[in-house]
């Protein structure tokens, strides 16, 4: 089975042209600048919208038409301290997590609708 692979010789004078400087500190200024374009690009904006939604949370209040991650549009009725009841419609209420609001609509947005 061995004449399907052939056999590997090592070329002496190969190991003595690749040895090159150690450390010329390259590495570490790319490493650096790899961590500072994560810092600004995915990590910073992504703390930013999650203060922005928590402040959304804490501020929500009875009579606020807001939006769901799901796409619902209503008034909120109800604040508790994990959900809130949102009306949908006439006599139409709906319990949600607070987490599922997405955002907040300016007053009269569920009138022109």
């Known amino acids: 089975m061995s004449f399907l692979i052939p056999a590997a010789y090592a070329d002496a004078a190969a190991p003595a042209a690749a040895a090159g400087p150690a450390g010329t500190g390259f590495e570490w200024i790319f490493l650096v600048g790899f961590l500072v374009i994560f810092y600004l690009m995915i990590w910073r904006p992504q703390a930013k919208r ?6 959304l949370l804490s501020g929500l209040q009875k009579g606020d038409e ?27 209420e709906l319990k949600f997590q607070k987490a599922a609001i997405a955002a907040t609509l300016p007053k009269g947005t569920l009138k022109a609708i």
Do not use: M, R, Y
């Open 50 to 55: 999650s203060k922005e939604h928590k402040n």
């Open 66 to 92: 807001v939006v769901t991650s799901a796409g619902i549009a209503g008034k909120v009725t109800k604040v508790a301290e994990d959900f809130v009841v949102v009306e949908v419609s006439d006599n139409v």
